[in-house]
């Protein structure tokens, strides 16, 4: 019993690391680099009163983009190493895209209002990402082969949908952005 604690806690400690790293590296890609950041963005501000909104649209434009390609890296990853059946990889790198999309989904909503059909997808992609978080978990746990194929043929089919989901609320987000 002791071991099948110490076990899991160390597993806990694992994917949290991760976790971690993900979230701390998307809310420092957030923030301004220099002194110098925050006074253009000021200005930015400032000019998109006076006529200069496309400078804003067209950064809220790129920084959408930047964060789509990097769940679109990460999903690809996922792809790859589960076609090698690296698990662990998997797993890890499942746990950095539900991180990822869970950021870009609460920064874009808090930041906008988003049209009640966005936020639908906004919800099915941030179940079906939980949901390949946990399926990714439960094989890191067992040897059996026969089920690891089960598991991957699974695993596949809800990697697609997430990438689908994810690539039609992007399509959404960039639409509204356009608007």
Known sequence: MQSLQVDSVQRWME?????TEVECMC??????????????QGELIV??????????????????????????TELGKMFQR???GRWQRVHSTAVRANCHVRSL??????????PPEMQKYEKSLLEKCMELTN??????HTDDEFFLKSMREAIHEILTDVSDSFSNMIDMALANEIQ
């Open 82 to 84: 589960l076609e090698k």
């Open 15 to 19: 994917d949290l690391r991760h976790m």
């Open 27 to 40: 809310v420092l890609q957030a923030k301004p680099i220099g002194v110098e950041e925050d006074a253009q």
């Open 47 to 72: 000019a998109s009163a006076v006529g200069g909104g496309d400078h804003v649209a067209r950064n809220n434009l790129q920084t959408l983009l930047r964060r789509a390609l990097v769940v679109s």
């Open 135 to 140: 399926i990714t978990e439960r094989c890191l």
């Open 105 to 114: 989904v609460h920064e874009y909503g808090a930041a906008r209002n988003t």
